[in-house]
């Protein structure tokens, strides 16, 4: 069955038209968004949209955005997976799957090391077929707006104006670079995800801007995102405490009685300064936009990971050369880390060696890697050797994905 990708603005029109009346019933916005999609967003390249046609026509689509995403000190190329979708007079023909198959290996090829996604719960059976696990566990936070009444800010707050992009991004890139699983934003990103969410605003009034800005003079200090009530995402400098306070003022003012953050996570630095204060905490196996993630080459991923491998090694104090030994669905991989393995070869012959085998498969070894998960928390991992380097290469975190980041949910 022959995969194609779409060709010329009449292809990029009838693609949006089939994709929004997926997303009934705001059919026209939908198709605002989708033309906007394929003509604006800098992510999109016409050959990453994996097509199928029929009689003429395209019945089957499933499109690739090529991201940038951290894992710590760890720089790695991701394609976000958007617009699964089939015509309903084809759905049942297994086109979708197809789809999907040729836009994994388009991935691969292109050299892209990981894919993530978003999707309904009733959807996640689809992509767990195709080697997707979920990937961001949802964190929630919640403070008594009385308990900051006392807070007072002398910033000054605007909407947001294209000209801030660059300013904001930066903004954005500092505070969410603790953030495992954290897409790297430049201007031109960060001003196109702006123009999304003031599409999917729920009402006219909210396309005056669903971001405000912060800033003493003319210099940005913090931003917002907000649609109608709901808090979506927020950045300041770490360790701006002037900053942290203008947006709980702020946020104090718009959100009745109780503030609720679910969309920053503990690596965050309004959610560690939002602690200062009475709260309650909410966690576990529920996950975040129905995130999902999966790692396309494992040998890939593993040398692109190496440095955070190493950093997280020595962060925790490990001098030994640590030997791990990972076995990922039935493929070896060996990596040497730590301090000890830089040092002359007269000192290291007298190293001491630590060692641990992982026995996993892909999904695993991706919520290991991102902290989704401790390797002691999933069933399948087998282990075997030095406790020690487990825990140091394999720490509980708290990985996020920002909203802004977020393509259109898989159909």
């Known amino acids: 069955m022959r995969t194609d990708h779409p060709r010329g603005k009449k292809e990029f029109a009838e693609l949006s038209e089939m994709l929004s009346r997926s997303f009934v019933p705001s059919y026209e916005d939908w198709r605002e968004l989708f033309r906007r999609d394929y003509t604006l967003d800098p992510a999109f390249r016409p050959e990453f949209s994996r097509v199928i046609r029929r009689k003429g026509r395209i019945v089957a689509n499933v499109s690739i955005l090529e991201k940038t995403v951290r894992i710590g000190r760890a720089v790695l190329r991701m394609g976000g997976i958007g617009a699964v979708t089939c015509a309903q007079e084809y759905r049942g023909k297994n086109l979708s799957s197809v789809c999907m198959e040729d ?22 059976g689809f992509y767990t077929r195709f080697g997707y696990t979920e990937t961001w566990p949802e964190h929630v936070l919640k403070l008594e707006t009385r308990h900051l009444a006392k807070l007072q800010s002398t910033l000054r707050v605007r909407p947001y104006k294209a000209s801030d992009a660059a300013a904001l991004a930066n903004l954005y890139n500092t505070a969410a670079a603790a953030t495992s699983g ?35 003079g003319r210099l940005p200090r913090a931003y917002v995102v907000m649609r109608a009530d709901e808090f979506l995402e927020a950045a300041f400098l770490p360790g701006d405490h002037e900053a942290a306070v203008a ?103 007298h190293r001491h060696i630590l060692a641990a085998r992982v026995e996993c498969t892909q999904q695993a070894l ?46």
């Open 103 to 124: 836009a994994l290996e388009t991935m691969r090829r292109n050299g892209m090391v990981l894919s993530f996604l978003c999707c309904s719960s009733a959807l996640n």
């Open 182 to 216: 954290s897409v790297i934003r430049d201007a031109q990103r960060f001003h196109y995800g702006i123009l999304r969410e003031n599409l999917l605003a729920p009402s006219k009034a909210d396309l005056q801007g669903c971001v405000h800005v912060f800033r003493t």
């Open 366 to 411: 991706l919520q290991m890697a991102l902290g989704t998960l401790s390797y002691a928390d999933i069933p399948s991992v087998q282990v075997s050797g030095d406790k020690a380097l487990l825990k140091a290469v394999f720490p509980e975190a708290a990985p996020c994905l920002y909203r802004l980041d977020i393509t259109v949910q898989s159909t």
């Open 247 to 349: 947006v709980l003022v702020w946020l104090r003012e718009r959100c009745g009685q109780e503030l609720t953050l679910k969309h920053v996570g503990p690596a965050h630095p309004l959610w560690k300064f939002s602690r200062r204060f009475p709260h309650t905490l909410q966690g576990g196996m529920r996950w975040s936009y129905g995130g999902m993630g999966r790692i396309l080459d494992v040998k890939a991923f593993l040398y692109a990971l190496q440095p955070e491998l190493e950093a997280r090694i020595n962060s925790e104090g490990v001098e030994s050369e640590g030997h791990l030994h990972l076995i990922v669905d039935g493929q070896e991989h060996s990596l040497i880390l730590g301090r000890a393995h830089h040092t002359s070869l007269m000192i290291s012959t």
